[in-house]
C-alpha cells in the first residue's frame, strides 16, 4: 500500500502539469482552443489503445513487472519533453504526451486492480479511495509548481520587436525542459525501486498463472462472458468515460476561464494556483469518502456527489465574478470519490478477470480525449463559459449509474445483456 501511494501521487502529479501546460503551449505555438486540446486528445488516447493490451499483459505478467514497465515507459515519455522544447515542436510535444500517458495507462492497469484486492472485497472502495487521496495530492500541488516554473514568462509583457518575441519564446520553450528531464529521472529511480521491493502475493496472481496455461480460445470465451456481458461493468465503462471527461473539460479550461475579465481576471499564473483548489478539493473529499463509505453505502455516496457537481457546474453556467468562480473550483470536492468508486463498483464480481476488467474500464478514460475537444470546438464558438455544458451532461449519467446502472445482474437472469 505504501508504494502504492507514492505511484498514485506521481501520476496525479504528471496528469495535472498538462492542466498548467495547455495555455503555456497554446501561447508558445498561438494555438486555438480546439487545437490546444490536442494535448488532451494525445494524453488520453493513450488509455484508449494500451488499456486492453496492457490488461492482458498484466494478467500474463504479473502486477509487480507491469509497474515496472509503466514506471519506465512514463519515463521515456517524460524525457521526451526534453527535445520537443528544443526542437520548439508541437507534433514531437504531441508525441511525449501520448508516450507519457501510455505509461500511465500501464501503471493504472496494473495499480487499481492490485490495491483493490490487497484486502477485504467490501472495503475496496475504501481503499481505492485512499490511495486515490494521495493521488489527488499530486494534482493539487502539480498547479502550484506549474505556476512558477512554466506560466510565470506568461504574465510578462513582450516589445513588439521580431528578436525579443523569437528569444522570449525560446526561454517559454526550454522551461520546460529542467522539470520534464528531473521527472523522467524520479520515474525511473522509482521503477527501479519497484523492481527490488517484493509484492505481496495475491490469490489473483496465483490464478494468473494457471490461467496462462488455459487455450486461447477458452480464456476468450471466458471473458467475452464474465467481463463484457456484465451490465454493470458496461455501464461503468461510460461512467468512467462520462466522469473524465467532465473532470479534465473543467481542468483543462480552469486558467482560462479564471483569466477572463467577467470571471476573475487573474494573470496566468495566479490562475493556475488557484486550479489548486479544484484538485485540493477532490483531495479533501477522497480522505473524507475513504471514511464515509465504510459506513454509507458507495453508490449512495456516488449519486450525491454526482448530483451536486451537476449543480455547481449549472450554477456556473448561469452566473459570472465570484459566484461563478467559487462555484466552478468547489466541483473538485464532489469529483473526489467518482473515479475509484465507479471503478470498485464496476469491477465487482469479477473475480480472476479482475485486471482484464481493469483494463477495460481503463480504455473508457478515453473520454478524457474526446470531451475536452468537443468543448474546445463549442469555446472557439460560444466561448469557454457556455462550453462548460459538456460537464453537466457526464454528471447526471454519473447519478444515473450510482442508483441503477452500479446493480450487479447475474448472468444467468432474464435481465442480463445478452
Known amino acids: ?30 494555438l486555438s ?6 494535448v488532451q486528445f494525445c494524453f488520453f488516447f493513450a488509455f484508449f489503445v494500451g488499456s486492453i493490451p496492457f490488461g492482458k499483459l498484466v494478467h500474463s505478467i504479473g502486477f509487480k513487472a507491469g509497474i515496472v514497465g509503466g514506471l519506465c515507459l512514463a519515463g521515456v515519455g517524460a524525457a521526451l519533453f526534453y527535445p520537443a522544447a528544443g526542437w520548439q515542436s508541437f507534433p514531437v510535444f504531441l508525441g511525449a504526451f501520448f508516450t507519457l500517458a501510455l505509461g500511465i495507462t500501464l501503471l493504472q492497469v496494473a495499480a487499481n486492480p492490485y490495491v483493490a484486492i490487497l484486502g477485504p472485497q467490501k472495503s475496496a472502495e475504501s481503499r481505492l479511495t485512499l490511495v486515490q487521496a494521495f493521488n489527488s495530492l499530486g494534482t493539487t500541488l502539480a498547479p502550484l509548481a506549474g505556476s512558477v516554473l512554466l506560466l510565470k514568462g506568461l504574465d510578462t509583457q513582450v516589445p513588439s520587436a521580431a528578436s525579443i518575441k523569437i528569444q522570449h519564446r525560446l526561454s517559454q520553450a526550454t522551461a520546460i525542459q529542467g522539470p520534464y528531464l528531473i ?13 527490488l521491493y517484493p ?10 498463472e494457471r490461467r496462462s496455461e488455459d487455450s ?6 471466458a471473458l467475452k462472458r464474465k467481463v463484457l456481458r456484465s451490465r454493470h461493468l458496461v455501464l461503468g465503462v461510460i461512467g ?4 473524465v471527461g467532465g473532470e479534465v473539460c473543467i481542468g483543462s479550461f480552469l486558467v482560462s476561464f479564471l483569466s477572463d475579465p ?8 495566479k490562475a493556475a494556483q488557484y486550479v489548486s483548489l479544484y484538485w485540493g478539493g477532490a483531495m479533501v473529499g477522497r480522505f473524507l469518502g475513504s471514511w464515509l463509505m465504510t459506513w454509507i453505502s458507495p453508490s449512495r455516496v456516488l449519486a450525491f456527489n454526482g448530483g451536486m457537481a451537476a449543480l455547481l457546474v449549472i450554477i456556473t453556467l448561469f452566473s459570472t465574478g465570484q459566484v461563478a468562480m467559487v462555484s466552478i473550483l468547489a466541483v473538485g470536492l464532489f469529483n473526489s470519490i467518482m473515479f475509484p468508486t465507479i471503478f470498485s463498483l464496476a469491477i465487482q464480481d469479477m473475480g480472476d478477470y479482475a485486471a482484464d476488467a481493469s483494463g477495460l474500464l481503463c480504455t473508457a478514460i478515453v473520454g478524457g480525449a474526446v470531451l475536452p475537444l468537443l468543448q474546445g470546438t463549442l469555446a472557439d464558438y460560444i ?23 452500479s446493480r450487479v445482474v447475474p448472468l444467468n437472469s432474464a435481465n442480463a445483456p445478452a
Not at 468512467?240 to 466522469?243: E, K, P, R, S, V
Open 1 to 30: 500500500m505504501i508504494s502504492m501511494i507514492f505511484l498514485f501521487f506521481m501520476f496525479g502529479f504528471l496528469t495535472c502539469l498538462n492542466d498548467v501546460l495547455i495555455p503555456h503551449l497554446r501561447s508558445l505555438f498561438d
Open 33 to 38: 482552443y480546439t487545437k490546444v486540446m490536442l
Open 183 to 195: 521527472l523522467s529521472i524520479l520515474l525511473f529511480a522509482l521503477a527501479f525501486i519497484n523492481f
Open 199 to 208: 509484492f505481496a502475493e495475491t490469490s489473483a496472481s496465483r490464478n494468473s
Open 216 to 221: 486461447h480460445s477458452g480464456e476468450l470465451q
Open 240 to 243: 468512467i468515460f462520462a466522469y
Open 262 to 269: 467577467t470571471i476573475a481576471g487573474f494573470s496566468a499564473s
Open 383 to 405: 466561448g469557454v463559459h457556455y462550453a462548460f455544458i459538456i460537464p453537466v451532461v457526464c454528471y447526471f449519467y454519473i447519478v444515473f449509474y450510482a442508483l441503477n446502472g
